[in-house]
C-alpha cells in the first residue's frame, strides 16, 4: 500500500464518516486550507443530516431527560404519591368501597343524602354482589309492665307471660359497612304481616317498606315513619332540627357509650350509642329511623359513623312513652349483599299501597281460653253482650291495640271493630293503647260475654 493510502486510511479511522462508516465519503486532494474548509462544512451537514437519526441511547454520565419529572423523594427515600383524587370528569361514579366492599368515608365527611319522596319508584340498586360485613342485632320495643289479673279468677299467668313474649315487638337489625340497613318485623303484633321489611341506603334519606315476599315495595319518605308505626299509614310528619345535648357515657356489650337528648314538639328522646370501631357508617341509618319517631331530621348530628344505637328512650308530650332496646349485637362478615339492596332485586314499585293487612287478631281462640285455667262462677253477662266471646269498637281516629290482661290481642284500625272468640267466661283487665304509647287507657275490669269500645261514635250530622 501506498504512503499516501495509509495516511488516507489513518485518518478516515480518527473521523467517523472515514472509510468503515456507514456515510463513507471520499475527499479529493488539494491544498490544506481547502481541506480544513471541506471537513468543516461537511461536518456541519452531517449535523444537520444526523437531526433525521434517533436519539442514541444515554451513557451512565449523561443526565436522563425524564429526570426533571420523577416524583421527589421523600426524606426517607419513599416515593410521595399524589393523595388528591382525580377530578370528576362527568363520567360514571360509584359508591366508594376498599377491597373486602366497606363503605369508605372521606375525610371531609359524608355526602348529603337525597331525600326519598313519598310514591318514587326506585332504580336498581347497584351496591354490588359481594358478601360484605357490619353487625346483626336483635332489638325491641318494651311496653308497660302489665297489671295483674282481677281477685278471684283462675288465671293462668305462665300462658300470659308466655303469650307476651311472643308477642313482643322484637325486630332483627342488619347494618351493613357499605351503607345498607335492613329492618324486620319478626313479630305479628306490628300493624304489618311478619316478615315486612323496613329498608334503607346511606345516599337517601327516608325508607323503603318491602312486602313480606320481597316482590314490592313502596318509598317511604322523611318523616313518614311514625305513622307507620303508629297507625299503619303513609302520613308525613314534619320534621324539626333539634340541638342535640351530651348526657354523660356509659357502656354495653363491651364498647363505650355516649348519650345524647334531643327535643322536639313530639316529646324527648334520650338516646344511647355504642362506638364500635370499624363500623363505618352502618349505625347511622338506625340513628335516623330513631330520631326520626321523636319528629327529629335525619340529618341530625347525633347520627354519626362509628356509632351505634343500642337504647333509646322516648318520652311524648303530654304524656306517655316507650322504650326501644338492643338485646344482641353480633359482628358478621357474612351479611349478603343482594338481601340489603334498595329496592330489593325485581321488585314492583306500589305506590301508596301496604303489605296485604292481616285482620288485625293476633290470637287464635285457644290460645285466649289458655288465659283461664276455668270458667269463673257467678258471671252476669252485660245487657247487650254477645253469647260468647268479646266485641271490641275503636271510635278514635288512629290504630289501637286492645290488651287483655296485659297481653295484646288484637290490633283494630280506626273506626273499626273485633270480634274475639275463645275468651272463657270470666272477668279480665282490658286496656287500649297505640303502639309508640302516646295513648294508653287505665285497665278496667270487663266481662265476658261483653263489649267494649273506645271513645265515642262519630256524630253522623244533621239530615
Same mark, same amino acid.
Given at each position: 500500500?501506498?504512503?499516501?493510502?495509509?495516511?488516507?486510511?489513518a485518518?478516515?479511522?480518527?473521523?467517523?464518516?472515514?472509510p468503515?462508516?456507514? *456515510?463513507?465519503?471520499?475527499?479529493?486532494?488539494?491544498? /490544506?486550507?481547502? *481541506?480544513?474548509?471541506?471537513?468543516?462544512?461537511?461536518?456541519?451537514?452531517?449535523?444537520?443530516?444526523?437531526?433525521?437519526d434517533?436519539?442514541?441511547?444515554?451513557?451512565?454520565?449523561? *443526565?436522563?431527560?425524564?429526570?426533571?419529572?420523577?416524583?421527589?423523594?421523600?426524606?426517607?427515600?419513599?416515593? +410521595?404519591?399524589?393523595?388528591?383524587?382525580?377530578?370528576?370528569?362527568?363520567?360514571?361514579?360509584?359508591?366508594?368501597?376498599?377491597?373486602?366492599?366497606?363503605?369508605?368515608?372521606?375525610?371531609?365527611?359524608?355526602?348529603?343524602?337525597?331525600?326519598?319522596?313519598?310514591?318514587?319508584?326506585?332504580s336498581?340498586?347497584?351496591?354490588?354482589?359481594?358478601?360484605?360485613?357490619?353487625? /346483626?342485632?336483635?332489638?325491641?320495643?318494651?311496653?308497660d309492665?302489665?297489671?295483674?289479673?282481677?281477685?278471684?279468677?283462675?288465671?293462668?299467668?305462665?300462658?300470659?307471660?308466655?303469650?307476651?313474649?311472643?308477642l313482643s315487638?322484637?325486630?332483627?337489625?342488619?347494618l351493613?359497612?357499605?351503607?345498607?340497613?335492613?329492618?324486620?318485623?319478626?313479630s305479628?303484633?306490628?300493624?304489618?304481616?311478619?316478615?315486612?321489611?323496613?329498608?334503607?341506603?346511606?345516599?337517601?334519606?327516608?325508607? =323503603?317498606?318491602?312486602?313480606?315476599?320481597?316482590?314490592?315495595?313502596?318509598?317511604?319518605?322523611?318523616?313518614?315513619?311514625? +305513622?307507620?308505626?303508629?297507625?299503619?299509614?303513609?302520613? =308525613?310528619?314534619?320534621?324539626?332540627?333539634?340541638?342535640?345535648?351530651?348526657?354523660?357515657?356509659?357502656? +354495653?356489650?363491651?364498647?363505650?357509650?355516649?348519650?345524647?337528648?334531643?327535643?322536639?314538639?313530639?316529646?324527648v328522646?334520650?338516646?344511647?350509642?355504642?362506638?364500635?370501631?370499624?363500623?363505618?357508617? +352502618?349505625?347511622?341509618?338506625?340513628?335516623?329511623?330513631?330520631?326520626?319517631?321523636?319528629?327529629?331530621e335525619?340529618?341530625?348530628?347525633?347520627?354519626?359513623?362509628?356509632?351505634?344505637p343500642?337504647?333509646?328512650?322516648?318520652?311524648?308530650q303530654?304524656?306517655?312513652?316507650?322504650?326501644?332496646a338492643?338485646?344482641?349485637?353480633?359482628?358478621?362478615?357474612d351479611?349478603?349483599?343482594?338481601?340489603?339492596? =334498595?329496592?330489593?332485586?325485581?321488585a314492583?314499585?306500589?305506590?301508596?299501597?301496604?303489605p296485604?293487612?292481616?285482620?288485625?287478631?293476633?290470637?287464635?281462640?285457644?290460645?285466649?281460653?289458655?288465659?283461664?285455667?276455668a270458667?269463673?262462677?257467678?258471671?252476669t253477662?252485660?245487657?247487650?253482650?254477645?253469647?260468647e266471646?268479646?266485641?271490641?269498637?275503636?271510635?278514635?281516629?288512629?290504630?289501637?291495640?286492645?290488651?287483655?290482661?296485659?297481653?295484646?290481642a288484637?290490633?283494630?284500625?280506626?273506626?273499626?271493630?273485633?270480634?274475639?272468640?275463645?275468651? #272463657?267466661?270470666?272477668?279480665?283487665?282490658? #286496656?287500649?293503647?297505640?303502639?309508640?304509647?302516646g295513648?294508653?287507657?287505665?285497665?278496667?275490669?270487663?266481662? =265476658?260475654?261483653?263489649?267494649? #269500645?273506645?271513645?265515642?261514635?262519630?256524630?253522623?250530622?244533621?239530615?
Amino acid at each position: 500500500m501506498s504512503g499516501r493510502g495509509f495516511a488516507g486510511a489513518a485518518e478516515g479511522a480518527r473521523d467517523p464518516w472515514g472509510p468503515g462508516s456507514a *456515510k463513507q465519503r471520499r475527499f479529493p486532494c488539494g491544498n /490544506s486550507q481547502e *481541506k480544513i474548509t471541506a471537513i468543516l462544512t461537511l461536518g456541519l451537514l452531517g449535523l444537520v443530516a444526523g437531526c433525521d437519526d434517533p436519539t442514541p441511547e444515554p451513557t451512565s454520565k449523561e *443526565k436522563s431527560p425524564n429526570a426533571s419529572i420523577q416524583p421527589t423523594p421523600l426524606g426517607s427515600g419513599v416515593l +410521595a404519591l399524589p393523595t388528591a383524587p382525580p377530578r370528576f370528569d362527568g363520567g360514571v361514579v360509584g359508591i366508594p368501597v376498599d377491597s373486602a366492599g366497606r363503605l369508605t368515608v372521606a375525610d371531609a365527611g359524608l355526602p348529603p343524602a337525597t331525600p326519598l319522596r313519598p310514591e318514587e319508584p326506585l332504580s336498581m340498586d347497584g351496591v354490588g354482589t359481594r358478601d360484605t360485613s357490619g353487625l /346483626s342485632l336483635t332489638a325491641e320495643f318494651r311496653w308497660d309492665a302489665p297489671p295483674k289479673p282481677p281477685a278471684g279468677v283462675a288465671a293462668n299467668t305462665e300462658a300470659a307471660q308466655e303469650l307476651r313474649k311472643r308477642l313482643s315487638p322484637v325486630m332483627n337489625v342488619e347494618l351493613a359497612s357499605v351503607g345498607r340497613m335492613r329492618l324486620s318485623w319478626e313479630s305479628a303484633v306490628f300493624p304489618f304481616p311478619p316478615g315486612t321489611e323496613l329498608r334503607s341506603r346511606l345516599d337517601r334519606t327516608g325508607h =323503603v317498606l318491602v312486602w313480606p315476599s320481597r316482590g314490592a315495595y313502596r318509598s317511604v319518605a322523611p318523616g313518614g315513619l311514625r +305513622a307507620l308505626f303508629a297507625e299503619r299509614r303513609g302520613d =308525613v310528619t314534619p320534621l324539626v332540627h333539634a340541638e342535640v345535648k351530651v348526657r354523660g357515657k356509659g357502656s +354495653a356489650f363491651g364498647f363505650e357509650t355516649e348519650r345524647q337528648e334531643l327535643r322536639s314538639g313530639f316529646g324527648v328522646l334520650s338516646l344511647e350509642q355504642a362506638k364500635v370501631p370499624a363500623s363505618g357508617p +352502618a349505625g347511622l341509618l338506625l340513628c335516623r329511623a330513631l330520631v326520626e319517631l321523636v319528629g327529629v331530621e335525619p340529618t341530625s348530628q347525633a347520627c354519626a359513623p362509628n356509632l351505634v344505637p343500642v337504647n333509646a328512650e322516648f318520652r311524648w308530650q303530654p304524656k306517655g312513652g316507650i322504650t326501644w332496646a338492643v338485646t344482641e349485637l353480633t359482628r358478621r362478615t357474612d351479611l349478603r349483599v343482594e338481601e340489603l339492596r =334498595v329496592p330489593p332485586g325485581g321488585a314492583e314499585a306500589k305506590p301508596g299501597e301496604f303489605p296485604p293487612g292481616t285482620t288485625g287478631i293476633l290470637l287464635s281462640p285457644a290460645e285466649l281460653a289458655s288465659l283461664r285455667r276455668a270458667p269463673s262462677a257467678n258471671v252476669t253477662p252485660e245487657p247487650g253482650a254477645p253469647g260468647e266471646g268479646l266485641r271490641a269498637v275503636n271510635h278514635e281516629d288512629g290504630l289501637r291495640y286492645l290488651m287483655v290482661d296485659g297481653v295484646p290481642a288484637a290490633w283494630v284500625p280506626a273506626g273499626g271493630s273485633v270480634y274475639l272468640l275463645g275468651l #272463657s267466661q270470666s272477668h279480665y283487665h282490658v #286496656s287500649w293503647r297505640d303502639f309508640l304509647g302516646g295513648h294508653v287507657t287505665p285497665e278496667v275490669r270487663q266481662t =265476658v260475654p261483653g263489649a267494649v #269500645s273506645l271513645g265515642e261514635p262519630a256524630d253522623a250530622g244533621a239530615p
